[in-house]
């Protein structure tokens, strides 16, 4: 396959030709599942996508008060941002057992129920609770990541960029609610942050119940190549670990991790940068939550537009600049033009997310190497990114200003650029079944 061919990758034909996409014994074909189907499969996992920003996405309009209440220090609040970013990344590697178990259609419906449990944690008076139901919600979140590329290319191989864009842009509707709505339902809940906290998990249940009749599809066994297995399969496919030296593998997963790391800082510190600048803390929340609707907004539009842009990279460019300027105009003068900054923020983070996740589907040929490539882009990825929220914490208190941490922030932009040309390019990851277990496979024939 050229690597200069400007076609899309998705269209490019595979040699030995396209293996059939793999999926589980049970699961009725589209013809045989019908439209409505269809269109409450597809409701369901836009709904579940709701879910995984949205118990991260509250904490930080009301970390003022959870530090006040708990007697924190800022680097240790950061701590509940950071926790479920570093799970991401360790739970990831737990999602190819779990999903050879019982499947991916429950496992996401588990997720679902798991998270709605964690979050309901908040509700107990103790910093334990809280930070248990911290792990629980980013164990959850993190399987629900790391199945939800493959489930989209097997459930939907035809309109892969189309539910990809649907699925960034469902991160970004969850976490702008969750900025946006917690601050407003204090006096609600009695002005409790817990109670605010925990009014979260109604989204995750009402996404379980909608998801039932795909927790009901028959598991059955998966079909070989359908699973993200870390060992071969029966039909000797390579393990997880042998893309881990593949060169757009490793470009997928530094985009991952180095655009989750700008995010969730972001997410964490921004209401804070602009409080310190003399903003009040409310209007500083929205603020957060206004730079999801142009996030919102590039996340949709971002996989189809890519697809015809060229050079391949531009838009990896263009989603990169305008995060810059978001930091520049936040270090120079956060409370002018506001505004503008959270619209340029929020269209290069919407832009970068949508790639980095779009990337996972485009750049692997079957499920079984989105899988795997989505485990390790987004394992890798997210223990990465988990150094964003308390590195950015741990310089302003070294520094007593905003001016350093944003720079750190700027610096990184031009590793996640370089990243996000290489994985840009349109080739496909091939793992390569090791000799040994190829001598194997020889000497059972």
Avoid: C
Avoid at 223 to 252: K, N, Q
């Amino acid at each position: 396959m050229p690597a200069d061919d400007p076609s899309p990758l998705d269209d490019y034909p595979i040699p030995g030709g396209q293996p059939p996409e793999p999926v589980e014994i049970g699961a009725p074909p589209e013809a045989v599942r019908g439209r409505w189907g269809l269109l409450l499969l597809g409701a369901g996992l836009i709904l579940i996508g709701l879910n995984l920003r949205i118990s991260v996405g509250s904490i930080g309009p009301v970390l003022g008060d959870i530090r006040a209440s708990l007697g924190l220090s800022a680097t240790m609040a950061s701590l509940l941002t950071t926790i479920p970013v570093f799970a991401f990344g360790a739970f990831a590697f737990f999602t190819p057992a779990l999903t050879r178990r019982i499947g991916m259609h429950r496992l996401l419906g588990a997720t679902m129920i798991a998270l709605a449990v964690g979050i309901t944690l908040r509700l107990h008076p103790s910093l334990i609770a809280l930070l248990l139901g911290t792990v629980i919600v980013g164990a959850a979140i993190a399987i629900g990541n790391v199945v939800m590329p493959p489930a989209i290319k097997q459930d939907f191989s035809h309109r892969a960029g189309l539910m990809m864009g649907l699925y960034s842009t469902a991160l970004f509707v969850g976490a702008a609610a969750a900025s946006g709505l917690t601050v407003p339902m204090l006096p609600l809940t009695g002005g409790g942050w817990r109670a605010a906290l925990a009014l979260w998990a109604v989204p995750a249940v009402l996404a379980a119940v909608v998801w039932i009749p795909q927790i009901r599809r028959a598991p059955g066994r998966m079909r070989a190549g359908s699973d993200v297995a870390d060992a071969p399969s029966e039909r000797g496919e390579p393990p997880l670990r042998s893309i881990f030296t593949h060169p757009t593998a490793l470009a997928v997963t530094a985009l991952m991790g180095l655009q989750s790391t700008s995010y969730y800082a972001a997410l964490t510190w921004v209401p804070t940068i602009l409080q310190d600048a003399g903003m009040a803390r409310g209007t500083a929340g929205w603020m957060l939550s206004y730079s999801a609707f142009p996030g919102i907004l590039a996340a949709l539009v971002t996989p189809t537009i890519a697809r015809r842009l060229r050079p391949l990279w531009l838009p990896v460019l263009i989603a990169v600049l305008l995060t810059a300027a978001a930091y520049l105009g936040l270090a120079v003068v956060p409370t002018s033009a506001t505004w503008a900054w959270m619209t340029m923020m929020g269209l290069g983070q919407g832009a970068s997310i949508s790639l980095s996740l779009t990337y996972i589907v485009w750049r692997s040929p079957d499920t079984h190497h989105t899988g795997q490539l989505s485990t390790m882009a987004q394992g890798f990825g997210y223990l990465l990114a988990g150094l964003g929220p308390i590195g950015l914490g741990a310089m302003h208190a070294l520094a007593g200003g905003w001016d350093v941490p944003l720079i750190a922030l700027g610096v990184l932009l031009i590793a996640q650029l370089t990243a996000g040309v290489v994985a840009s390019r349109p080739v496909h990851i091939r793992a390569s079944i090791p000799a040994q277990q190829r001598s194997l496979e020889r000497t059972a024939a």
